[in-house]
């Protein structure tokens, strides 16, 4: 399965990207603020499209003039977020690398998500989350207009052995078709 959008391709993962994944994830501004330590190897990041990118929905974020990996993006379906226990409902999650930063390019591929979640494969409401202090993704959210929810301190973040606050938006489905009018 592959989405596009204006700038972007979002695909499957393979193994052949653990480089570029690499190149990005190993960045110590990328992984922490999201909940997840930096990638030491690409020996860990080819580990990781096997075992964390493998979900239904998780994509390859990259450039269509290069089709090369500079970020992540998936749709978290029941069974893999604690978020919401429906079938009807997920959990987006997003990351991209940091020289790619404040182009516009994680809410363009948000918004094809959220068009495939909830035109494709039937969802009724996407959850987002963000912690405390990780302004890109609380702008991002904004910008595709998840609504808030609440905010929970003393959230585990186990990849980081720490508690830290974090923040919980959702869109329903009439919401989004509202919004793309």
């Known amino acids: 399965m592959k989405l596009e959008t204006e700038r972007l391709i979002l695909r499957r993962w393979e193994e052949s990207d653990a480089e570029d994944l690499y190149k990005y994830a190993s960045n110590p501004d990328v992984g922490p603020i999201a909940g997840w330590p930096p990638h030491q190897s ?24 290069d089709n090369r990996v ?3 993006i998936e749709l978290k379906l029941n ?52 912690y405390e202090g990780n302004t890109k993704s609380k702008r991002v959210q904004e910008k595709a207009g998840f609504q808030y929810q609440w905010t929970t ?5 186990p990849l980081m052995h720490e508690k830290r606050t974090g923040h919980v ?9 509202q919004l793309k009018g």
């Not at 990041?45 to 390859?60: D, H, L, M, Q």
């Not at 994680?106 to 998500?113: D, G, Q, S």
């Not at 301190?153 to 973040?157: A, C, F, L, P």
Request: proline content about 2%; aromatic content about 10%; overall charge negative.
């Open 42 to 65: 690409i020996d860990e990041s080819r580990n990781v499209i096997k075992t964390v990118f493998c979900g239904a929905e998780a994509y390859a974020v990259c450039l269509k003039s």
């Open 70 to 72: 500079i970020g992540a």
């Open 79 to 130: 069974g893999h977020t604690d978020m919401t226990e429906k079938d009807d409902e997920c959990e987006l999650g997003y990351w991209l690398g940091k020289p790619f930063w404040g182009q516009g390019l994680m809410p363009e591929a948000v918004r094809e998500m959220l068009r495939h979640g909830f035109q494709d494969i039937g969802m009724n409401k996407v959850w987002c989350g963000y």
């Open 153 to 157: 301190e003393g959230v585990d973040v």
């Open 169 to 177: 938006n959702c869109m329903t489905k009439e919401e989004w078709i």
